[in-house]
Nanobody
């Protein structure tokens, strides 16, 4: 059974930083991408960032580019999201997601595996 477990969320001030971790267990063998999505109250879940675990290819949503960095530790099947220069509008529940394939993907329905989500709140 595949499990994705997020950690590291919480409360930060605007301009501050947080680091999210996603630990994956039980992934079938193959090539995977791990991504972060987020959902603010009353809004659709949106793509934030993705990294391919083999190639290391990354991609970011425009709204976080230059502020957020996604990285990985293949040995531990773990992905990280370093969030710097946080803004009030970054407040959301952040979800880790995984999908099998050779390409990075931004599309939520294409992800088969999801974590439970973790709250990130940015205050002024």
């Amino acid at each position: 059974q595949v499990q994705l477990v997020e950690s590291g969320g919480g409360l930060a001030r605007a301009g501050g930083a947080l680091r999210l971790t996603c630990a994956a267990a039980g992934l079938p063998s193959g090539s995977y991408s791990m991504a972060w999505f987020r959902q603010a109250p009353g809004k659709e879940r949106e793509f934030v960032a993705v990294i391919h675990l083999l190639s290391g290819q990354t991609s970011y949503a425009e709204v976080v580019k230059g502020r957020f960095t996604i990285s990985k530790d293949n040995a531990k099947n773990t992905a990280f999201l370093q969030m710097n220069s946080l803004k009030l509008e970054d407040t959301a529940v952040y979800y880790c997601a995984g999908r099998q394939g050779n390409m990075v993907d931004f599309t939520r329905p294409n992800y088969a595996y999801w974590g439970q989500g973790i709250q990130v709140t940015v205050s002024s």
